[in-house]
């Protein structure tokens, strides 16, 4: 039902570079910023990047984001056993007049 | 530093209604806005609405514009969700969250510790 597809899943063995991809249209991502969540299991989530590719204070920078088109991703270098959780993006559909998040990506590092 | 507190866990009736509320320490929150975001038995996240107190009017996603109604605290510093007509499948963990940049197009940056809603069949 999310109007932003992620794959399921995503591995990789630790300092492998991995991406997960975040597809829209051109009322979501194709007009607005994106967001990058970081959640591990039982806890809250974590604005991990935002307005496409801008890392909070405290975010690693092998954290990095990007966006074509009605296309975002997010990379992940130097992968970390700690980076194990579920990402989500995010953004404003201004058809729908509301937020929405993807469908989620579940990264596990082998 | 600033965080968020949310109330504790419920359990409801199906057909009733819940309140959450979501109160700030270490910052006022009337240039920044709260959303509630819902997380169905460790589903995906998906938003319910929000407020940006200096707007005034909350925003409703579209699925729950029925049934919810989110408000600001007359200091700003507090918001509350309440969900009417409860059914089952609104069982989940409920989050309040911080517009960083008072609208809904950045991130939102700090986050409640989740309140557990349970409605049984």
């Known amino acids: 039902q999310s109007v932003l597809t992620q794959p399921p899943s995503a591995s990789g063995t630790p300092g492998q570079r991995i991406t997960i991809s975040c597809s829209g249209s051109?009322?979501?991502?194709?007009?607005?910023?994106v967001n990058w969540y970081q959640q591990v299991p039982g806890t809250a989530p974590k604005l991990l990047m935002d307005?496409?590719?801008q890392r909070p204070s405290g975010v690693p920078d092998r954290f990095s984001g990007s966006k074509s088109g009605t296309s975002a991703s997010l990379a992940i270098r130097g992968l970390q056993s700690e980076d194990e959780a579920d990402y989500y993006c995010?953004?404003?559909?201004?058809?729908?007049?509301?937020?929405?998040f993807g469908t989620g990506t579940k990264v596990t590092v082998l | 530093q600033v965080h968020l507190v949310q109330s504790g866990a419920e359990v409801k009736k199906p057909g009733s209604s819940v309140m959450v509320s979501c109160e700030s320490f270490?910052?006022?929150?009337?240039?920044?806005?709260f959303s509630w975001v819902r997380q169905v038995n460790g589903q995906g996240l998906e938003w319910m609405g929000g407020?940006?107190?200096?707007?005034?009017?909350?925003n409703y996603a579209q699925k729950f514009q029925d049934r919810v109604r989110i408000s600001a605290g007359e200091d700003s510093d507090t918001a509350n969700m309440e969900l009417s007509d409860l059914r089952p499948g609104d069982t989940a963990v409920y989050y309040c969250?911080?517009?960083?940049?008072?609208?809904?197009?950045?991130?939102?940056?700090?986050w409640g510790q989740g309140t557990m809603v349970t409605v049984p069949s």
């Open positions: 051109s009322s979501n991502i194709g007009s607005n910023i």
């Open positions: 307005s496409d590719n």
């Open positions: 995010s953004t404003w559909d201004d058809r729908l007049n509301g937020r929405v």
């Open positions: 270490g910052g006022t929150f009337s240039v920044y806005g």
């Open positions: 407020i940006i107190p200096v707007f005034g009017t909350p």
């Open positions: 969250a911080r517009e960083s940049k008072g609208n809904f197009y950045y991130g939102m940056d700090v």
